[in-house]
């Protein structure tokens, strides 16, 4: 069984950037999708990006095309999200997460495993 594990977030003001890392564990990653989602309180978890692992297709929420890119490191078994301009609104725990198909990426429903959580905080 597969394990991830977030690192890269932290506490940086408006207009700075981070970059997530997401460690999945084992010799090779065993999915087929790698995502991102993240969740505010008191809002549910809400799909950011994700990205077929063997092509490299990527998916992204409307509102952070273009602020954030999806990448992956086959070798690493390493999945990235950089994240530039934030704004106080993207302030939320992101999460990863790993599928089997490429069916419906979006929906969070559809992962089977999860890693932790980072904490991102964005500051005016």
């Known amino acids: 069984q597969v394990q991830l594990a977030e690192s890269g977030g932290g506490l940086v003001q408006a207009g700075g950037s981070l970059r997530l890392s997401c460690a999945a564990s084992?010799?090779?990653?065993?999915?087929?999708?790698m995502g991102w989602f993240r969740q505010a309180p008191g809002k549910e978890r809400e799909f950011v990006a994700a990205?077929?692992?063997?092509?490299?297709?990527?998916y992204y929420l409307d509102s952070v095309k273009g602020q954030f890119t999806i990448s992956r490191d086959k070798a690493k078994n390493t999945g990235f999200l950089q994240m530039n301009n934030l704004k106080p609104e993207d302030t939320a725990v992101y999460y990863c997460?790993?599928?089997?198909?490429?069916?419906?990426?979006?929906?969070?429903?559809?992962?089977?495993?999860w890693g932790q959580g980072t904490q991102v905080t964005v500051s005016s």
């Open positions: 990205i077929t692992w063997s092509v490299g297709r990527t």
């Open positions: 084992g010799r090779t990653f065993s999915r087929t999708v």
């Open positions: 997460a790993a599928r089997y198909s490429d069916y419906d990426v979006r929906n969070p429903d559809m992962y089977d495993t």
